[in-house]
């Protein structure tokens, strides 16, 4: 494999151009060492020997942990109604709260 040659500060701007991003030169030198690292460790990624390693799209094994759907008894509508303070044609009636003041 080639050696790439060093990231530098054209490099940079030029990325920062592509973004629209206007950057001071000292955010140019800044910016340059910290891309620079990234760089040197997606290449040390990209050296690892993944070929025994099977595509994962999770780093851990997911399991459906919900419960089936099974139809039970539920509460008695008109036993539940009946302990609600406001009721309006059998449901809850609760006051409207959507565009009025306090």
Known sequence: MSEAR???ASDVTKVASLARLSLSDA???RFTGQ???ILESAAEIAELDLGDVSPTAHPLA???VLREDDVRAS????????????VNDRR???????GEAP
């Open 6 to 8: 060093p990231l530098d």
């Open 75 to 86: 509460l008695d509508r008109d036993e539940v109604l009946s302990q609600a303070p406001s």
């Open 92 to 98: 809850f009636s609760v006051p409207k709260i959507v």
């Open 27 to 29: 955010e140019v030198e």
């Open 35 to 37: 891309l620079a690292r």
């Open 62 to 64: 997911l399991a459906n």
